[in-house]
């Protein structure tokens, strides 16, 4: 064990893994929880008393590749942020550009079945940035059904990558709605040979699209039934929308049956993508109950006008950003449906969170200035998720405990993913030998406070961030210079 280097003093103590809650010093050395108990000496130390120390949010849904998002996501007490559903590939090109570059919290990948696919299938260079993938979201020539060479190239790109370290395999599949479901089978045969979960942007509802190849819920439950690959259900409330409640229950039997499935949900009602996601499409808005002005497109802020404005901004922009709200939250019913996707049992907090955008005119901000300014924007879950959750889940109506309402934060997503990746089964828990990756906050005053018309703005309440031992942030403001995050890989088989 490390020498203590620092200790925080007098706090409320919660371990999210043993239900340890009372007030104790934490030390740290090494990058790690050294010893928690009374009297506790280091070299240095900060008085936390009165306030909350425990593990730090693990998000397994953060698209966020920039420092400005990486920073609201630490300010809302994320310590580790996967990108695990568009995931990247080939994956050891993503890790290692990522070291270079630092970041202040911990970050990993899943392999990214849809950039295999615009390989091995449209033809595109392998690898490339989000935005590139974002931009080719909407192309046809990676939504193809595959030869049977094709597959055979995706599936040896996909093993490739799990044999790198990939977390898991993601699959933005509802992107790509012609895909023939046996290549989504042997996909997760493939994760479940590797012993990783599969992360799944569904394919549409039967609701939704009547004619689909297949409905998107029973596909994830089916193949979690035949391959028993553990499938992730990612964001179950913005692809389910007003059928939360039967994508759930479907979820619940497949799952009292043995079927290994977990979901994951984010407390806002509206989504955010690439406006030129196939779903997006002027004749097919309708499909979701969407018009035009359902669409806010990021990069100008603007409410989209008419079909022929957004065909105009799919042809000119289609990776650009668009907020899309799917249900209403000022609408009671569809607040239930989405509290309803966060109390599921076992459902854990992810965020989704995505890039910042600057928009309007007027000169572009430094992406390495902080705060990122007035004309940054994206989608209040990228600052929010967390503290919105918390907020809600143990302050509605049938509250959760603090502690319950953590787990979903921290514990259960480590728990996830911990088969295969070691580094987990040190995050999630506040005790001796864990990581040191914590979040001090204030109970009486955490709550979001990034909203659709002012949606860079920080969480309160979240007071110090440790990733790995040192300060991202410190009495509530991000550290600048700070960048001790470090790579989480599987260990493959
Ligand atoms: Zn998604």
């Known amino acids: 064990m490390a020498e203590s280097e620092i200790v925080l003093r007098g706090g409320r103590v919660i371990d999210p893994e043993s239900g340890f809650d009372a007030v104790a010093d934490v030390a740290i050395g090494g990058g790690q929880v050294t010893e928690i108990g009374t009297g506790v000496l280091a070299a240095a130390e900060v008085d936390v008393a009165g306030l909350v120390v425990t593990a730090g949010f693990v998000d397994l849904h953060s698209h966020v590749n920039d420092l400005a998002g990486l920073r609201l996501q630490a300010l809302d007490g994320v310590t580790t942020a996967l990108e695990l559903e568009a995931g990247a590939s080939p994956v050891a090109a993503a890790y290692r550009a990522v070291a270079a570059e630092g970041r202040p919290i911990n970050y990993g990948f899943a392999a990214s079945w849809a950039q295999a696919r615009m390989t091995e299938v449209a033809g595109f260079a392998p690898g490339g940035s989000l935005a590139q993938v974002l931009g080719r979201l909407g192309h046809p020539g990676w939504q193809r059904p595959a030869t049977p060479g094709q597959l055979t190239a995706l599936l040896s790109r996909l093993a490739g990558d799990l044999a790198d370290g990939a977390l898991g395999i993601g699959l933005l599949l509802g992107y790509a709605p012609a895909v023939d479901p046996a290549e989504y089978l042997r996909v997760a045969e493939l994760a479940?040979?590797?012993?990783?979960?599969?992360?799944?942007?569904?394919?549409?509802?039967?609701?939704?699209?009547?004619?689909?190849?297949?409905?998107?819920?029973?596909?994830?439950?089916?193949?979690?039934?035949q391959t028993g690959a553990h499938m992730h259900y990612c964001h179950v409330n913005s692809t389910s929308q007003r059928h939360i409640d039967r994508v759930l229950g479907l979820v619940a039997r497949a799952q009292a049956a043995g079927a290994r499935i977990s979901t994951e949900a984010y407390p806002y009602g509206s989504g955010m993508t690439a406006i030129g996601a196939a779903f997006l499409a002027p004749e097919r808005l309708g499909e979701r109950g969407l018009v035009p002005s359902s669409l806010t497109y990021a990069p100008t802020g603007e409410r989209v006008a008419s079909q022929a404005r957004l065909r105009e901004l799919r042809q000119a922009d289609?990776?650009?950003?668009?907020?899309?709200?799917?249900?209403?939250?000022?609408?009671?019913?569809?607040?239930?449906?989405?509290?309803?996707s966060l109390t599921f049992p076992g459902a854990v907090v992810a965020s989704d969170a995505m890039p910042l955008t600057w928009s309007g005119p007027g000169p572009r901000t430094d992406p390495l200035a902080w705060p990122p300014g007035p004309t940054a924007m994206t989608h209040p879950r990228t600052a929010g998720t967390f503290s919105r959750a918390i907020r809600l889940l143990t302050r509605g109506e049938h509250p959760l405990s603090l502690d319950q309402a953590l787990r979903r934060c921290s514990l259960e997503p480590a728990r996830l993913l911990e088969p295969r990746v070691p580094a987990m089964r040190r995050k999630g828990r506040l005790r001796a030998g864990a990581d040191a990756d914590l979040v001090i906050l204030d109970p009486a005053t955490l709550t979001d406070q990034a909203t659709y018309a002012d949606s860079t703005r920080p969480s309160a309440g979240i007071r110090y961030v440790l990733v790995n031992g040192a300060f991202v942030v410190r009495d509530g403001s991000i550290v600048p210079d700070a960048r001790p995050g470090r790579p989480v890989r599987a260990q493959p088989r």
């Open 192 to 225: 479940a040979q590797a012993g990783v979960p599969t992360f799944t942007h569904a394919r549409d509802l039967i609701e939704m699209v009547p004619d689909a190849l297949i409905d998107g819920a029973e596909e994830i439950v089916r193949v979690a039934g």
């Open 318 to 340: 289609p990776g650009g950003l668009a907020i899309i709200e799917l249900l209403n939250e000022d609408d009671p019913a569809d607040r239930a449906l989405l509290m309803r």
